[in-house]
């Protein structure tokens, strides 16, 4: 998968030719961050204030609203962790009823990095 530098889009590309296979609009802006997970592709788009979960079968979109300017994904245990530029805060969002999960976590200012390992979210800031 591979996000459109200057548009709502995002590719699927075949690895071993690196043609675009298909094309999908995502949002109404240009996506900031990909992972994709269990069937579905999360795409945070900053400009939309929202997370969309695009599943590639059948072409729904579900946009889903968690703080502002979310950047940053990583998926882990059924949950679609997310960080927001502007708000500093990281949203959990469940995976399969694509909503947000608890409150937010309040971040130091300015999100730039994300990660998950051992059950642990790690952000830098």
Request: glycine share 6%.
């Amino acid at each position: 998968w591979v996000a459109d530098k200057t548009r709502a889009r995002v590719h699927r590309a075949d690895l071993r030719t690196g043609e675009i296979t298909k094309t999908f609009r995502v949002g109404r802006n240009r996506s900031a961050d990909l992972v994709y997970g269990d069937g579905a592709l999360w795409a945070a788009t900053p400009d939309d204030d929202a997370v969309n979960k695009l599943e590639p079968r059948t072409g729904e979109l579900i946009p889903i609203s968690v703080g502002r300017r979310p950047r940053q994904l990583t998926l882990s245990e059924g949950r679609v962790y997310v960080t927001n530029y502007n708000s500093s805060d990281l949203y959990a969002i469940d995976e399969r009823s694509s909503r947000p999960v608890g409150d937010p976590v309040s971040l130091p200012v300015n999100a730039f990095a994300l990660a998950v390992a051992d059950r642990s979210v790690w952000v830098a800031s």
